[in-house]
């Protein structure tokens, strides 16, 4: 008997350490208030309905800035700032692709982010349809030359959304493997579940090869047209028209606010990261306004608790998430210095489902706090993950860096159905989900700003990424 009280008692000391009862209290009465909190909804309405489509370098971009100053302004934020970001500025014109035999049809059918035009007189050719990237740089020159290569890989619906990697892979690096055996064009059937006659786009990585060929992406169900004509075992020819083109480079930034911290840790920043830009077909909703949303609404609650956190907290929405990450690798060139003054990073970049998951990146010894903090999420049916977390694609420089990452996994059963497309749109936004977003980064961001521990530090990632190379696959 004695054991076990001593036993008790020791727990029970070291949950007290982890995280005190008065944080655990404040916590709480933010997360439930967080809960029937219509802040997020108001935000991502205002954005989609005034500013809308934003993509990187145009004029909907800048307003979009303009327009994040002003929101984080009138909550209250303070050192509210845009820090300036070169980002690519592309336009995808207008774009024509039908199959012009054995059966003549019209496909529905959008340009990818970099894509390059056609010559005035089109694109015409026979279509060489592969299933996946290894199946076409298994092709050799012979075989690909003068073709239009088509990549007929169906994206898995999975509730984690982890059927994208693999899909968004051949979007990314498909033009590249193709132009590199002398293809003339890439139509990929696009990275998304929809099953609509909705296209997805998304970006394809730039300045990989010389002469770069156009890649466009079918929709779901106009690349079963395609792959049906394919497997007629006749010879199938495609016609693509396309003025889309890449323009000089524009200025765009990073937007930034802050609630300062007070005392002895002030220096400390606990960042919620969110993009502020969007593709340019729907208003940008779920990608990333959403985002913007949960953790503006976070910040804003502990604002309005009166009581000053001890850590600073510093919102950050990043220019140009979509199309090379122009913002986040700003962000970390310009205060390379203070990187290690950021304890944890947390990211709102995957839509508006209810969380379901809370998942981590911080050190052995810090794994304690993480669990406690587990037991304020899971009456919201979030169950603990694993201490792999991704975090998201704008915080992976400081990720790389070591910096600890807190990661809030969405239910992405129905994401990838709108995802970069012209669906993606406000009415696909439950607002009970995106509260109890709000809630759980409320949760999370309040512990690791009031807590005496940190969450330690990760070796540094020093893995290339961002080349289209057959070992990277
Ligand atoms: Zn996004």
Redesign the pocket.
């Known amino acids: 008997m004695l054991v076990v009280t001593l036993c008790a008692l020791t727990a029970a000391d070291a949950y007290a350490q982890a995280i005190p009862d008065s944080v655990r209290q404040n916590a709480m009465l933010l997360r439930d208030k967080a809960l029937q909190d219509s802040t997020a909804y108001d935000i991502v309405e205002s954005l989609t309905m005034e500013v809308g489509p934003r993509l990187a370098g145009s004029a909907g971009d800048a307003a979009t800035v303009r327009w994040a100053i002003e929101l984080l302004t009138s909550l209250g934020f303070e050192h509210v700032r845009g820090e300036e970001v070169e980002v690519p500025h592309w336009d995808r014109g207008a774009l024509s692709v039908s199959i012009t035999g054995p059966f003549l049809q019209s496909l529905v059918a959008t340009s990818l982010g970099g894509s390059s035009g056609t010559p005035e007189e089109g694109i015409e050719a026979s279509v060489l349809r592969v299933e996946s990237l290894a199946e076409l740089r298994e092709k050799s020159l012979g075989e690909v030359a003068g073709h239009i290569v088509y990549i007929d890989h169906v994206m898995e619906r999975r509730k984690t959304g982890g059927g994208y990697s693999a899909s968004s892979r051949i979007r990314s690096c498909g033009h590249v493997v193709a132009a590199e055996r002398g293809a003339l064009a890439t139509v990929i059937r696009s990275a998304g579940t929809s099953t609509n006659r909705i296209p997805h786009t998304g970006s394809m990585l730039r300045n990989s090869v010389p002469g770069e060929i156009p890649g466009v992406a079918l929709s779901n169900a106009d690349a079963d047209l395609l792959t049906y004509q394919a497997r007629s075992g006749e010879p199938v020819t495609i016609r693509l028209h396309s003025t889309a083109r890449n323009m000089p480079k524009a200025l765009s930034a990073n937007v930034i606010g802050e609630i300062p911290g007070v005392g002895d840790k002030a220096d400390e920043i606990v960042l919620l990261g969110a ?1 502020l830009d969007s593709w340019d077909l729907g208003t940008g909703a779920i ?2 306004g959403a ?1 913007i949303a949960i953790i503006a609404a976070a910040a804003k609650l502990i604002l309005d608790s009166g009581q000053p956190p001890r850590r600073t907290i510093r919102v950050v929405l990043y220019a140009n ?2 199309f090379g990450l122009s913002g986040a690798k700003q962000y970390a060139s310009k205060h390379a210095d203070k990187i290690e003054k950021h304890v944890v990073g947390m990211e709102a ?1 995957f839509g508006a489902g209810a969380v379901w998951q809370f998942s981590s990146r911080v050190a052995e010894s810090s794994l304690d706090i993480v669990d406690e903090l587990h037991g304020l999420l899971e009456p919201m049916s979030i169950e603990r993950g694993n201490n792999e977390a991704y975090g998201g ?1 704008d915080l992976s420089p400081l990720r790389k860096a070591g910096m600890p990452i807190l990661g809030m996994t969405q239910d992405g059963t129905n994401y990838f159905d709108y995802h970069h497309t012209a669906a993606d749109t406000l009415d696909k936004i439950d607002r009970d989900d995106l509260q109890q977003n709000v809630a759980a980064y409320v949760t999370a961001a309040y512990v690791a700003a009031n807590i005496d521990r940190d969450f330690g530090w990760l070796p540094k990632d020093t893995k290339p990424s961002g080349t289209c190379a057959a070992e990277d696959d």
Request: a negative charge; aromatic letters at 0%; hydrophobic letters at 10%.
């Open positions: 993009h990608d990333d985002g998430e979509e970049d694609a």
